[in-house]
């Protein structure tokens, strides 16, 4: 049965917004989830969508790290409104699901869980069987849960997931200040929007005025470049339609067209801060209703023991820095998430909570180098950095409030080449291995990629992209121990990442001097190395960036995964793919020369480089890399080894028992 209707739920009455700061909640929308279909003890599902309106209160503690909260308009009561869309996939009878909700952090207001875990098609307006996928966190009774975070996500026909924030001013006045934004493009085109992606468009701050006489635009080749600034006539602020130039407050338009691969830095005087820090709580008392609220108003009431939190790329780094600014207790200090899975972030928090910057930018070998997405503390334990003194862990205020999750990172071969992600376990400058806490794991999927499987077509790199299908099997196996954790203190296997202790962790001298030289491919020049960045200081203090641009010191270091005499690394958890390859796996790959900078690593792209089949065909190319015959002389032969691997690693504890039926039944069909 499906059934629409409209209807306004009061959460709590005026006298009484203590024991909630969401205030009210509008249901928009519920009816039946994939035709009614029952998956198994839980039974059917159903989909509720609306809006919710929050009351943030200035005065409480658990606000205090929300950057130009107390420059925000405040109501009668003196509270801050906000508002975020809100989308929940639960049982019918919510009571027969496994008491844990799943909160999803979208991505650009993009819902990724059922895509991840059930190999649904993707959406962000999940109704049908085929969103269902093969109903994976249905089966095991899940709560999944989404709202808007992001206030720079605007609507689209894809229904992105919305939050409305509201504009600080000072003294009611407007505020304005310095921007800086890097602009680039993999083909030749005349105008960008601000803060453009292939995710969607963000609303960005615009410039006080189309002249903004004091504003600059700054071209280079790569980030080590000089630069060379275009005289004012040369470009504009505006947006390119139809052969006609349209006045943009927050679009450039270059008179000669953007160069692919070029970096283009926009400093500007932008106006309309929006207070983005009160998207993160916004994530916190959404969730807390759910899992908190009262029968009469919440459609979860009872049936929520335990909460959880995930998020891939973006949304991974959402969850660090939420943590980081101790956001993770709601104003009457319960904890909201139990346990985090934070999938593909590298080291990177973000710029989530601060005046005038997007949370779209983010750092990369060749781009973002001065979006401020790396910033110490970087790992979750107590460190110094020698180079600035300054101390720090980055669940500091999660600890000291008692509200820290149990978490999962779970990282590809991409995060060490293009985010970092070795500073989550080593030193910043590199030289010692870090001892995790003991609430805290991280593991390197080898020789996988950032956005998982891929076509297998080269896209905007000179080689074809990573076929190795990652995501899905490891994060299931990943979700269920997290689960295990949070209920019944059944701890993980423990972390699984490469090391400088047992030389699995190494130098990029050292990662070049053992990668195979294969005929045709050409090597990387460097790996991602984060500049510490000095903003200013009240940047850290109250998110104002007082220094445009940044001064760029000196970088921390990052070490790559060692890897074997066919290139494919050796550490982390191997998937049998990997372990039984018939090619090259990795997290890398350059950028084509047709997008420019073509020595420079795509942003997010690894690549697969198969074997030759037979020993006469390797030795005519001069391809190092043993054949596949040479390897496996019979198929019988190839898919015993292959079925073996998949059985260690679900032994181990990081394939469930449907993946490894899945990976023999994909290595027999082949």
Known sequence: MTFHFRHLIVAACLSALAQAEVVRIEISERSSFAAG????????YERLKGRMLIETDPANQANERISDLQRAPRNARGKVESWTDFFLLKPVDATKGNGVLLYDVNNRGNMLALWTFNDGERTNDPKTEAHAGHGFLMKHGFSVLWCGWNGEVQADDTQRLLCGLPIATEN??????????????????????????????????PSVSLDNADATLTMRPHRGADGIELPRAEW??????????????THVYVKAGLRPGWLYDLVYTAKEPRVTGLGLAAMRDCVAFFRHGEAKTNPLAGAVQKSCVFGISQSGRVIHHFLYEGLNGDEQGRIVFDGALIHVAGSGKGMFNHRFRMSTEYGTQHEGH???SEFFPLAPLPQTDPVTGESGDSLARSRKSGHTPRI??????????????????????????LTLPDDVRVYLVAGAQHLGKSDGTPGICQQPRNTLDDRGPVLRAMLMHLVEWVKNGQTPP???????????????????????????????????????????????????????????????????????AD?????????????????????????????????????????????????????KTGDPRLSVEERYPTPTEYFSRLSEAAKKLQAEGFLLDEDVTRIIERASAK
């Open 37 to 44: 279909k029952v998956f198994g003890p839980a039974g059917a």
């Open 172 to 205: 009611g006045k407007s505020i304005t200040g310095q921007a800086h934004l890097e602009i680039t493009s993999t083909e030749k085109v005349f105008s960008r929007a601000f803060s453009w992606s292939p995710w969607g468009i963000g609303a960005a701050f």
């Open 236 to 249: 504009a602020f505006g947006r390119w339609e139809n052969e006609t130039l349209i006045p943009d407050a």
């Open 370 to 372: 001065l979006s401020g």
């Open 408 to 433: 999962l990172l779970t990282q590809t071969s991409t995060e060490y080449w293009s985010r970092a992600a070795s500073l989550l376990h080593t030193d910043v400058e590199g030289q010692t291995d």
């Open 494 to 564: 423990p972390s699984r990442h490469p090391r400088l202790a047992d030389q699995t962790l190494v130098t990029f001298d050292t990662w070049k001097s053992q990668f195979p030289k294969i005929p045709g491919l050409n090597l990387p020049t460097l790996a991602y190395q984060p500049p510490r960045l000095d903003f200013g200081s009240r940047f850290q203090s109250e998110g104002i960036a007082d220094i445009i641009p940044p001064k760029a010191g000196k970088p921390f270091q990052t070490h790559l995964p060692a890897v074997n």
């Open 567 to 619: 290139g494919n690394e050796t550490s982390g958890i191997v998937l049998p793919e990997v372990a039984v390859p018939l090619g090259t796996y990795t997290g890398w790959n350059l950028r084509s020369p047709q997008v420019g900078a073509e020595t420079m690593l795509s942003p997010l792209d690894g690549m697969f480089i198969p074997f030759a089949k037979t020993k006469a065909e390797r030795e």
